[in-house]
């Protein structure tokens, strides 16, 4: 079992930056993948970035290429999201979520590819 906490988030005013926290306990031996995931009002919970467990490999949603940098500190444990120029349609509730096996990105950006998730932080960009 991986346990996932979330912090961060609230609101930002359109061309502002918010940072999102997620730190991982219990069996993080296991884990392959740590990515954020959003999911806006009335629609489906999208992939937004991931990255691997040892840093070196990243991968983001064209929507927030250039604008968003995901990073991890494996001494905590945790995972970071920086968003910065935001946009109002960046506004959704985050979650953070893990992958726990191998697997390129048609595990890793798909919903049911990961296995843990994280409670979901709201983060809200007014224009």
């Known amino acids: 079992q991986v346990q996932l906490v979330q912090s961060g988030g609230g609101l930002a005013q359109s061309g502002g930056s918010l940072r999102l926290s997620c730190a991982a306990s219990g069996r993080t031996g296991s884990i392959y993948f740590m990515g954020w995931f959003r999911q806006a009002p009335g629609k489906e919970r999208e992939f937004v970035a991931t990255i691997s467990w040892s840093g070196s490999n990243t991968d983001y949603a064209d929507s927030v290429k250039g604008r968003f940098t995901i990073s991890i500190d494996n001494a905590k444990n945790t995972v970071y999201l920086q968003m910065n120029l935001m946009k109002p349609e960046d506004t959704a509730v985050y979650y953070c979520?893990?992958?726990?096996?191998?697997?390129?990105?048609?595990?890793?950006?798909?919903?049911?590819?990961?296995?843990?998730w994280g409670a979901g932080t709201l983060v809200t960009v007014s224009s």
């Open positions: 979520a893990t992958r726990n096996s191998p697997g390129g990105s048609k595990y890793y950006t798909k919903v049911d590819g990961m296995n843990y």
